[in-house]
């Protein structure tokens, strides 16, 4: 099959531009750089059946041009990172809807199947319980910069429906809980990347807030074989999945699991939420996914706990 990964640079496109060679297809990436990188895609970059289209998925020529000639969509171009979205709200917007739109409308143009990657973050500030597809969302107020984001990403899964609903393009959405693993940096805020390198070098492990916040960590791998499977199965198009690991870790309690893995002598900090990323900025207390819909649909099941988690991230940065 020919298959157009968006944001294939990425941290996750290029895991999955990989799994998706082995598996014998023809990949096309289309990638800005603003993010993704050259080096995540080294590996593949002279694969006969891997080509690379450095441009924005807001460039509908090219779109179009790739849209008609591949026979899958995997959409994962999008402004990513709390760090980047609280720098770039202009950009997060913009990137997230029109880009969305961009890849839909060409997609229906053609028929061709799309997976839309979504986010955990949609759902807002949930407390109480694990996060199921059909839940609520609980936004915070328009002034705190870091709900754009969800906003852009829930309007990109209405849209997406509306597609499916209407004109019957064959869509799937996954919504990724806090994905991790090789090659992700730690650049745009994410916590993983961040502890690991400052306990690898001996520099203090920055816990923003109180650290009794919770995320429950993905690997990469387990997120693009849920992904491909996704795409496989017939009942799922036109539905929204959660795709996650059900192991919630409170932030603390990470930091402390990476200093013992490292062996590191770091001191653990903590830091107000303003200092880290200014002010206009709330977190989410928790988020961590009821898997049952994937589990039940396609058997889906994480293979990787949150030690071989994060000792796969201590390997990378070693490396
Ligand atoms: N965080 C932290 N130190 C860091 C980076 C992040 O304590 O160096 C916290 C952050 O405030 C959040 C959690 O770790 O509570 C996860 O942050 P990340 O940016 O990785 O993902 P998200 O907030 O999107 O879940």
Known sequence: MKILITGGAGFIGSHLAEKLLDLGHEVFAIDNLWTGKLDNIKAIQNHERFHLVVDTILNESVMNELIFKVDHVY?????????NIMD????????????????????????KKVFI?????IYGRHLDHTLAEDDNRVMGSVKKRRWAYACSKTLDEFLALAYHDEKKLPVVIGRLFNTVGPRQTGQYGMVLPNFVQSALLGKPITVYGDGTQSRSFTHVHDVIGAMIRLMDEPKAVG??????????????ELAEKVK????????????????????????????????????NLIGFEPKYNLE??????????KS
């Open 88 to 111: 770039h709200p202009v950009e997060t917007l913009e990137t997230n809807v029109k880009g969305t739109e961009v890849v839909l409308r060409l997609a229906n143009r053609f028929k």
């Open 75 to 83: 959409h994962l171009a999008a402004a990513v990172g709390v760090r």
């Open 260 to 295: 013992e893995m490292t062996g590191s002598s770091s001191e653990i900090e903590h830091i107000p939420y303003e200092k880290a990323y200014g002010p206009g900025f709330e977190d989410m207390e928790r988020r961590c996914p009821n898997i049952d819909k994937i589990r």
């Open 239 to 252: 539905d929204v999945f959660n795709i996650g690991n059900d192991r919630e870790v409170s932030i603390n």
């Open 117 to 121: 990657a979504s986010t955990s973050e």
């Open 308 to 317: 071989s988690i994060i000792q796969s991230v201590i390997d990378y940065f």
